[in-house]
């Protein structure tokens, strides 16, 4: 595992990190969810990503990977790695149960670290922008978590290149720089390069990329259709079935012969692709098996393109 400086700080992060959006919840077995985390950490997987919401049961995910610390990260492991969580999507009924005020921030982060039996996480984030509360009092409610000792560091996420920018500099003038902002980026989904890494880039700030595999549109899973065990069927997914059109299977088949001659899986290309741009920290990937953790690791074993690959690359996402 490579780890790379993460923005203008001084914290290194994994090229690959793991989220547990998926497959840690309520509804996944635990014991599955622990042998990956295991062996992500054993793999050099020091950053391990949650939030609030994440479920399907909000904060089931919190509450198991609070399990699996207890049982395997106990003493000095803590201090190896870093745990990052969220808030801003609904949480719970009433005026105070989302979006980014200073209430509902604070309050978030305390049950998040409840959950997990933490004293303090590494990094915490404004999951969402709110147009309805000043900018000023979400990124205060952030300041106030890292003052308070209760997270280490601050970020944003899913925020465009106009707020990122209004909001690091809040941030900076309140003495607590943004750490990192997480985006999400893949081949198919690419507004971060319409400004938002540029921002990042004179503020020195990190990008971590989510959804790296476009729901798993980017894997050998859609090649003929849409299989019956697919997050496209889902209820719990987040891929919609109308997402997996003709134009874009056939753009997927194209996309897999250029990974095949790379000696690489659809996926490994997908995320090795993101390295391009020396501008991202960390790439942030899920796992349902050990299996498919370790052969999403495996796509650091050739992450450079020539410049004939990437022309391909472009032609087909055209």
């Known amino acids: 595992m490579k780890y790379n400086r993460c923005g203008k700080s001084g914290l290194l992060l994994p090229e690959i990190s793991l989220g547990l959006w998926h497959n840690f919840g309520s509804v996944d077995v635990f014991s599955n969810g622990e042998k990956i985390v295991n062996e992500a950490f054993d793999k050099g997987i020091t950053h391990f990503d949650l939030a609030n919401n994440y479920g399907p049961v909000p904060g089931s995910a919190e509450e198991n990977f609070g399990k699996i610390l207890k049982n395997n990260f106990k003493g000095n492991l803590r201090d190896k790695i870093v745990i990052s969580t969220k808030a801003g999507y609904t949480m719970w009924d009433g005026p105070y149960g989302d979006w980014g005020s200073r209430k509902y921030l604070i309050s978030s982060l305390n049950q998040s670290l409840k959950r997990m039996d933490l004293d303090y996480v590494d990094i915490f984030y404004s999951h969402r922008f709110d147009p309805e509360t000043p900018l000023e009092e979400t990124m205060m409610a952030l300041d ?28 900076k003038r309140l003495g607590t720089p943004c750490l ?38 980017l894997t050998n899973k859609y090649l003929n259709g849409i299989p019956e065990k697919s997050r496209a069927h889902n209820p719990n997914g987040h891929l919609r079935e109308d997402e997996v059109t003709p134009e874009r299977i056939q753009k997927i088949v194209q996309l897999n012969e250029i990974a095949k001659n790379r000696n690489q899986s659809l996926a490994q290309m997908a995320l090795a692709w993101l390295f391009k741009d020396k501008r991202v920290t ?28 990437l022309k391909m690359i472009e032609k087909v996402l055209g």
């Open 282 to 309: 960390s790439v942030l990937i899920g796992a349902s098996s050990v299996n498919q953790l370790n052969d999403n690791i495996n796509s650091l074993k050739n992450t450079s393109f020539s410049e004939e690959e």
């Open 180 to 217: 990192i902002h997480q985006e999400k980026y893949s081949m198919f989904i690419r507004q971060a390069e319409e400004g938002l890494l540029d921002v990042l880039e004179d503020n020195g700030v990190g990008c971590i990329a989510f959804s790296p595999l476009a729901q798993g549109l």
């Open 144 to 171: 106030y978590a890292v003052r308070s000792g209760k997270a280490l560091y601050a970020g944003i996420s899913n925020y465009t290149a106009e707020q990122t920018a209004e909001a690091t500099a809040i941030l």
